[in-house]
């Protein structure tokens, strides 16, 4: 992916450097900021936004906003994944950037490692299975006639023949809950360490979900310059 003269690459950048009289949370890196938007890498293991209860208070909003009181959610990642996040600065910024995601016309790409062989010829295909909640087992989500519509673009990269893996680009074209992983799990490659979807095998895989949101691009809500960028897995 071409990053373009605005491309931005995923440095660290310890947040007190952006604002010195304020100290850094632990485990986040900000990678862009402007007066209109943020975007920053969350690890994997962080909500993104709060929980039910005191003990899932801690999120990736929560710290973002006690140095950027201005900022405002307007997409999520799951706890398990990790990857580019980006947060709005202010009620425009926010709008702008959910019209957006509406249109289509934010793009995000994952990379992840998924259970089994995949031909690693790079040529993209397009998963188009509806999804819905499973209401007896909230919050997962099954694939079901009735569901909302949901395709995913995806094309393998590489492939382990020692771990019988493979490593896939994944770009969401609609963004459901666990689109991403329920997708890959029915069509025969659940990705490594999913402790929703992926059977015992892939689960004892990996440590944690590997699944991380790599790319992401839109226009900039104030002036529409083509912003771009890539933060590389650590998998």
């Known amino acids: 992916m071409n990053l373009g003269k605005h491309a931005q690459t995923c440095a660290p950048i310890n947040m ?10 632990a485990g986040i890196t900000l990678l862009y900021q402007d007066e209109t938007l943020l975007v920053l890498n969350k690890p994997a293991g962080l909500l993104s936004v709060p929980g039910r209860g005191p003990d899932k208070q801690d999120c990736m909003s929560a710290r973002v906003q006690a140095l950027f009181p201005d900022a405002l959610v307007v997409h999520r990642l799951d706890m398990a994944t990790s990857g580019l996040l980006l947060m709005a600065r202010g009620g425009y910024a926010q709008r702008t950037i959910n019209h957006a995601f509406a249109n289509g016309h934010l ?3 994952y990379v992840a490692h998924v259970a089994g062989l995949l031909e690693p010829d790079g040529i993209w295909q397009t998963i188009n299975l509806p999804i819905a909640v499973d209401w007896p087992r909230r919050p997962l989500r099954i694939i079901q006639a009735d569901g909302k519509a949901s395709q995913t673009r995806w094309r393998c990269v590489a492939q382990d023949t020692q771990r019988q893996s493979s490593r896939v680009e994944l770009e969401p074209l609609t963004g459901r809950s666990h689109q991403l992983r329920l997708h890959m799990q029915a069509i025969g490659h659940p990705i490594l360490g999913d402790a929703l979807y992926a059977d015992p095998q892939a689960l004892a895989m990996a440590p944690r979900l590997l699944l991380h949101a790599c790319a992401l691009s839109l226009e900039h809500p104030h002036n529409g310059t083509p912003m771009h960028w890539e933060c590389a897995a650590d998998f």
């Open 16 to 25: 007190a450097m952006c604002a010195p009289d304020k100290p850094a949370p």
């Open 107 to 109: 793009k995000k790409r």
